[in-house]
């Protein structure tokens, strides 16, 4: 284990609780760190099972990739019931992948959705993820409001406690840099389902369930390209291999600092993670980087030509030196 000698402040010292701009000041190698994006709720059982078996594959590759499938089908009946299975499986491999966001009650009200529909339950799909869109725009505009005091868009937003007109908040979130343009395209589709459907409209029997995965499929689109910690982004490093990192500019930025910063760990390139039973992924990570600062470009150089015999494997072992004593 590699014994460092410490002689000033580092991420290990840092007080439980500090706000991201509060830790960037505490720790005197922040130049040389940035956020991790570390892996958000995600479920790809829907591709795998979606993924047909290629000829050209080994016949040990296509027997490990039946019983995979098989397995999951089991899971799938275990969840949903032998009950027309196949006709589950069917709108289960509909939806595709979970999207992966950092937000809890996303993964938790989206899996319900989900849920519904997979039961062929599609009124109560449809109108779900309808008012998960819903629940989505009222959150981005009231925690992020107070940031933008000094926007003209301001002004419309800040009295109310809710936002039933979606125009209102997609083209204030739009303004404000919030929202991405394809984020802001899925919530204009999805608002014209949500008016379709919730507004008494005789035609919803006719395309009901069109309508619902529709829906679905929108809202996993937003929760994604919105709220995901994989992918082109623009507020991620990009060219890292295996792992993806905020962009220095971004780290200032409202959505981050809202959503972003306070989940995900501040590292440098040669942290290491691991499952701890009872507590989940653990980040270690060397503890002072030393001076200077290093460009984003600079940064996914480290990280992607890192020796692999210096990663950060077990927690690190630190003594202070003389110079100064640790702080109690």
């Known amino acids: 284990m590699t014994i460092f000698a410490l002689t000033r402040p580092t991420i290990y010292q840092a007080p439980k609780g500090l706000k991201f701009e509060e830790l960037k000041t505490f720790v005197p190698d922040a130049g040389r760190r940035r956020l991790l994006c570390t892996p958000g709720d995600f479920d790809t059982r829907a591709a795998f099972l979606g993924t047909k078996?290629?000829?050209?594959?080994?016949?040990?590759?296509?027997?490990?990739?039946?019983?995979?499938?098989?397995?999951?089908?089991?899971?799938?009946?275990?969840?949903?019931?032998?009950?027309?299975?196949?006709?589950?499986?069917?709108?289960?491999?509909?939806?595709?992948?979970?999207p992966m966001s950092v937000i809890s009650y996303h993964n938790d009200f989206f899996a319900q959705v989900r849920a519904a529909y997979v039961m062929g339950h599609f009124y109560p799909s449809l109108v779900g993820a309808c008012a998960l869109g819903e629940r989505i725009l009222n959150h981005?505009?009231?925690?992020?409001?107070?940031?933008?005091?000094?926007?003209?868009?301001y002004r419309k937003v800040y009295r109310k406690n809710s936002f039933d007109n979606w125009d209102v908040p997609i083209s204030t979130l739009e303004a404000w840099g919030v929202l991405l343009p394809e984020v802001v395209k899925e919530f204009k589709q999805l608002k014209k389902l949500r008016h379709r459907s919730i507004h008494f409209n005789t035609s919803t029997y006719?395309?009901?369930?069109?309508?619902?995965?529709?829906?679905i499929l929108h809202m996993r689109k937003i929760i994604d390209y919105q709220f995901g910690t994989w992918g082109a982004r623009p507020w991620f490093i990009g060219g890292t291999k295996g792992s993806m990192f905020?962009?220095?500019?971004?780290?200032?930025?409202?959505?981050?600092?809202?959503?972003?910063a306070p989940h995900f760990p501040y590292v440098g390139p040669l942290f290491g993670m691991r499952n701890v039973?009872?507590?989940?992924?653990?980040?270690?990570?060397?503890?002072?980087?030393?001076?200077?600062?290093?460009?984003?470009e600079e940064f996914a150089q480290e990280f992607n030509d890192r020796n692999k015999e210096q990663v950060i494997t077990k927690p690190p072992k630190m003594r202070w030196s003389e110079e100064m004593p640790p702080s109690t």
């Open 53 to 98: 078996i290629e000829d050209h594959w080994s016949l040990e590759v296509k027997e490990s990739w039946l019983e995979n499938k098989e397995s999951i089908k089991r899971g799938l009946a275990h969840e949903f019931g032998e009950s027309e299975l196949g006709d589950k499986i069917e709108r289960f491999i509909e939806i595709d992948t979970k």
């Open 140 to 153: 981005l505009i009231i925690d992020m409001r107070p940031m933008f005091q000094n926007t003209k868009e």
């Open 246 to 260: 905020v962009a220095k500019d971004f780290e200032n930025h409202p959505f981050v600092q809202t959503y972003f």
């Open 277 to 296: 039973e009872g507590k989940g992924l653990e980040v270690m990570d060397v503890p002072d980087y030393g001076d200077g600062e290093w460009t984003d």
């Open 206 to 215: 006719d395309t009901l369930r069109d309508d619902s995965i529709s829906a």
